[in-house]
């Protein structure tokens, strides 16, 4: 995945099929999801220990495009990057393809920066502004 800076193994387990046979379409922003937590571990912007109302992000808007269907026992990865920095908010786009780069799912989220004390939207934190160019180049 050249184009995205870091990538998260997600194994298909039985549990994420639908009626079908193959992976609910649900579920999908869920492997998004915990690749993104894990790229905000990976740049030290999050730790496991940490409380989640500590991250200071909200979703606040989320798309899927789907490519292929994904069946029980896939083991693929999900890309990501931030290909927006605004004022209050960060949107993320994710690739979720199996280790030869076929694609099965594209998506993205916009991502509000919020301090969960004062219930008010904030800055997006320098540090992560600092984090994230480093990482992206």
């Known amino acids: 995945m050249p184009n995205y800076p870091f990538s998260y193994p ?7 099929l639908d009626p079908q046979g193959h992976v609910n ?14 790229y905000l571990i990976h740049l030290g912007l999050f730790s496991q220990d940490q409380s989640f109302l500590e991250i200071g992000i ?6 899927i ?4 269907p994904m069946y029980f026992g896939t083991q693929a990865k999900v890309g990501v990057r931030v290909t927006r920095l605004g004022n209050k908010s960060l949107t993320m786009e994710y690739e979720l ?8 799912a594209t998506g993205s989220t916009v991502l509000v ?9 904030i800055p997006v934190p320098q540090s992560w502004r600092d984090a994230f160019s480093a990482n992206q180049g």
């Open 113 to 121: 920066t919020f301090d969960y004390k004062t219930h008010q939207t």
């Open 65 to 68: 495009t789907y490519k292929a």
């Open 58 to 63: 909200i979703v606040a808007e989320a798309s």
């Open 10 to 16: 997600i194994e298909v387990r039985y549990a994420d």
């Open 97 to 104: 393809s199996d280790a030869g780069g076929k694609p099965y």
């Open 25 to 38: 379409n649900a579920r999908y922003m869920t492997y998004f999801e915990q690749a993104r937590v894990h």
